[in-house]
């Protein structure tokens, strides 16, 4: 059975950062592309990030270019999103997202990605 599980969401002052996690299980990292995205209330969900697994491409939006960075750590099955100096606007339920290899040919649109995690909810106030 395929799962993505979130982890790492919270309440967070502006300026400071999170890590999220998300644990794969019933499939291997190995030729899927995983994404991050996010869904604010009131507005669709857009692409964060991804990574291919078979190229080793990055993908970031350029809302979060320069401040977020996506990794992975194959032993561990899980992919991280480090997210610095955030912001108000950076408040959303963030999800990450599984897709088979050759699919994920366009890294930030959601419907590209078959299996999706239950989201953890990112609060950025003070």
């Known amino acids: 059975q395929v799962q993505l599980v979130e982890s790492g969401g919270g309440l967070v002052q502006p300026g400071g950062s999170l890590r999220l996690s998300c644990a794969a299980s019933g499939f291997t990292l190995d030729y899927h592309v995983i994404g991050w995205f996010r869904q604010a209330p009131g507005k669709e969900r857009e692409g964060v990030s991804s990574?291919?697994?078979?190229?080793?491409?990055?993908w970031y939006a350029d809302s979060v270019q320069g401040r977020f960075t996506m990794s992975r750590d194959n032993a561990k099955n899980t992919v991280y999103l480090r997210m610095n100096n955030l912001k108000p606007e950076d408040t959303a339920v963030y999800y990450c997202?599984?897709?088979?290899?050759?699919?994920?040919?366009?890294?930030?649109?959601?419907?590209?990605?078959?299996?999706w995690g239950q989201g953890t909810q990112v609060t950025v106030s003070s």
């Open positions: 997202a599984a897709v088979q290899i050759p699919g994920g040919l366009a890294p930030g649109d959601p419907n590209e990605y078959t299996y």
């Open positions: 990574i291919n697994s078979a190229f080793g491409h990055i």
